[in-house]
């Protein structure tokens, strides 16, 4: 068993401010994106300045997006309660479903704003998204919040706040699968030019692949538990991104062949 390392989720205080590393790891996920981002810029024909709005649009669709997927599937009673609740972001509360659906919605209006079609920016953008998702993770952990399930593995983790017994810590889990596995494969993938479509395909199988393998060892919701034939909410939103992530593939490949022989 391994000891939890308690950081102070708090980085930095001065006075009444204080910047969470939660904060931060989010922060520095759009940076990163943005700077690699900026570097395959011209693979889709935008400028530098364009990249700084197409951040905007995607953070703003990961932050409302996130809040609202986070209210809808996994606290609904809670907003039917107390709807101002949905506005008090601070109090926490974000779902990776609900966040990439407000990005698909901010993918479409930026593509339509700048006459670019909407699968080939979202070609563009998934490789640099498991960027977020693994640091976000690494902030989970530091919060000491979404532990595993308990286990007896060498490496397992007592949490505070969660028991006596050791947890496997899926967070760390996450931040390998969805964040540097994820993006290793999205980056060599997207090297070369691709049908449009394709890398999208792929990001939804994988990631939804990589999700609904790693619930196995996450903490169900307590107040959901496990649902349909013992899946979790992760595990259930995570079906249909594999299948659509499947079908875009087939679309996008079978779309290529067509044109070839026409």
């Given at each position: 068993?391994?000891?939890?390392?308690?950081?102070?989720?708090?980085?930095?205080?001065?006075?009444?401010?204080?910047?969470?590393?939660?904060?931060?790891?989010?922060?520095?996920?759009?940076?990163?994106?943005?700077?690699?981002?900026?570097?395959?810029?011209?693979?889709?024909?935008?400028?530098?300045?364009?990249?700084?709005?197409?951040?905007?649009?995607?953070?703003?669709?990961?932050?409302?997006?996130?809040?609202?997927?986070?209210?809808?599937?996994?606290?609904?009673?809670?907003?039917?309660?107390?709807?101002?609740?949905?506005?008090?972001?601070?109090?926490?509360g974000?779902?990776?479903?609900?966040?990439?659906?407000?990005?698909?919605?901010?993918?479409?209006?930026?593509?339509?704003?700048?006459?670019?079609?909407?699968?080939?920016?979202?070609?563009?953008?998934?490789?640099?998204t498991?960027?977020?998702?693994?640091?976000?993770?690494?902030?989970?952990?530091?919060?000491g919040?979404?532990?595993?399930?308990?286990?007896?593995?060498?490496?397992?983790?007592?949490?505070?706040?969660?028991?006596?017994?050791?947890?496997?810590?899926?967070?760390?889990?996450q931040?390998?699968?969805?964040?540097?596995?994820?993006?290793?494969?999205?980056?060599?993938?997207?090297?070369?030019?691709?049908?449009?479509g394709?890398?999208?395909?792929?990001?939804?199988?994988g990631?939804?692949?990589?999700?609904?393998?790693?619930?196995?060892?996450?903490?169900?919701?307590?107040?959901l538990?496990?649902?349909?034939?013992?899946?979790?909410?992760?595990?259930?939103?995570?079906?249909?991104?594999?299948?659509a992530?499947?079908?875009?593939?087939?679309?996008?490949?079978?779309?290529?062949?067509?044109?070839?022989?026409?």
């Amino acid at each position: 068993m391994l000891i939890y390392p308690e950081i102070d989720p708090v980085a930095i205080s001065l006075g009444p401010l204080q910047v969470h590393w939660y904060g931060l790891t989010y922060l520095v996920g759009f940076l990163a994106a943005w700077w690699l981002a900026r570097s395959r810029a011209q693979q889709i024909g935008l400028t530098k300045d364009q990249i700084g709005d197409l951040l905007f649009y995607s953070a703003v669709g990961v932050i409302l997006g996130g809040r609202l997927g986070y209210a809808l599937f996994y606290h609904f009673d809670r907003v039917l309660a107390d709807p101002l609740w949905l506005l008090r972001v601070w109090e926490g509360g974000m779902a990776f479903h609900g966040g990439f659906l407000g990005v698909v919605l901010a993918v479409w209006l930026f593509a339509r704003k700048h006459k670019i079609h909407w699968l080939q920016l979202g070609d563009f953008i998934a490789p640099f998204t498991p960027i977020g998702l693994g640091l976000g993770r690494l902030g989970n952990f530091i919060n000491g919040e979404l532990w595993g399930r308990a286990s007896d593995v060498p490496w397992a983790m007592v949490f505070p706040g969660a028991g006596p017994d050791p947890r496997h810590p899926s967070q760390l889990y996450q931040f390998a699968l969805e964040g540097v596995v994820l993006f290793a494969l999205l980056w060599w993938f997207s090297r070369h030019p691709r049908p449009a479509g394709s890398v999208s395909g792929l990001f939804l199988m994988g990631y939804g692949v990589l999700r609904f393998m790693v619930e196995f060892t996450r903490e169900p919701d307590a107040h959901l538990g496990l649902l349909l034939s013992g899946l979790s909410m992760g595990q259930l939103l995570s079906l249909p991104m594999i299948l659509a992530g499947a079908l875009l593939m087939r679309l996008a490949y079978r779309n290529q062949k067509a044109a070839k022989t026409a």
